[in-house]
T-cell receptor
C-alpha cells in the first residue's frame, strides 16, 4: 500500500529565506508526482507535476525534484514571500486512477 | 474554459439528513474523481468514475455513500443519513479521456459539509 509522508508538518520562516519541503513515498512504482498548494478553506492549486521519467521541474521560484528509486521528492522555494504562506501537499499517482496524498506541510512566511 | 465546478460550496445538514454534492468536470473531460479531506488530515481518494460507470470505488465507505456520473449532467456524490463524522471538505477532480499516464487531474474548489 502506497503511503506518502511529508516533513516537516509545519514550518515558519522569515521572508526572503530559501526553503525545502520534503516528501517521501513507500512504493517507487509511480507514474508521476505532483505538488499542490492549498490556502485555508480553498481548493487545490497544482504547482508542479513531475513524470516518473523526469528528475525535476521548475516554475518561477519553485523547483521540484524526484528521486523515484529512493522514494523522495523535494520542493524548493527560493526567496520566500508572505504570499507563499499556505499548506503544500505532495501527491503520487500509483496508477492511472487515484492520487495518494501526503498530509501536507503548513508554511508560514513572516514579513 | 471554465475549471472544475462544484456546488454547493458550503452545505450544512443535520444528522440523519441526506447530502448531495455536485461536480461538473472541465469541458472535454470524461473522468471524475472524488476525494475527502477530514479536518487536519490529507486528502483521501474515494471513487473514480467515467460516464455512466464506476471504475474504482475502493475508497468509498461501504454504507450510506454512493456516486454517479450520468451520461448527461454533473457527477453526484450522495451521502445518506449523515453523521457528524461526515463533516469534511469533499473535492472533485477531472481528467481528459484516455488512460495516459500523462493525464493530469484538475481539482475543483471543494464542498465543505458540516453536519450538526
Amino acid at each position: 500500500k502506497q503511503e506518502v509522508t511529508q516533513i516537516p508538518a509545519a514550518l515558519s520562516v522569515p521572508e526572503g529565506e530559501n526553503l525545502v519541503l520534503n516528501c517521501s513515498f513507500t512504493d517507487s512504482a509511480i507514474y508521476n508526482l505532483q505538488w499542490f498548494r492549498q490556502d485555508p478553506g480553498k481548493g487545490l492549486t497544482s504547482l508542479l507535476l513531475i513524470q516518473s521519467s523526469q528528475r525535476e521541474q521548475t516554475s518561477g521560484r519553485l523547483n521540484a525534484s524526484l528521486d523515484k528509486s529512493s522514494g523522495r521528492s523535494t520542493l524548493y522555494i527560493a526567496a520566500s514571500q508572505p504570499g507563499d504562506s499556505a499548506t503544500y501537499l505532495c501527491a503520487v499517482r500509483p496508477g492511472f486512477q487515484k492520487l495518494v496524498f501526503g498530509t501536507g506541510t503548513r508554511l508560514l512566511v513572516s514579513p | 474554459n471554465a475549471g472544475v465546478m462544484q456546488n454547493p460550496r458550503h452545505l450544512v445538514r443535520r444528522r440523519g439528513q441526506e447530502a448531495r454534492l455536485r461536480c461538473s468536470p472541465m469541458k472535454g473531460h470524461s473522468h471524475v474523481y472524488w476525494y475527502r479531506q477530514l479536518p487536519e488530515e490529507g486528502l483521501k481518494f474515494m471513487v473514480y468514475l467515467q460516464k455512466e460507470n464506476i471504475i474504482d470505488e475502493s475508497g468509498m465507505p461501504k454504507e450510506r455513500f454512493s456516486a454517479e456520473f450520468p451520461k448527461e449532467g454533473p457527477s453526484i456524490l450522495r451521502i445518506q443519513q449523515v453523521v457528524r463524522g461526515d463533516s469534511a471538505a469533499y473535492f472533485c477532480a477531472s481528467s481528459p479521456p484516455g488512460t495516459s499516464e500523462y493525464n493530469e487531474q484538475f481539482f475543483g474548489p471543494g464542498t465543505r459539509l458540516t453536519v450538526l
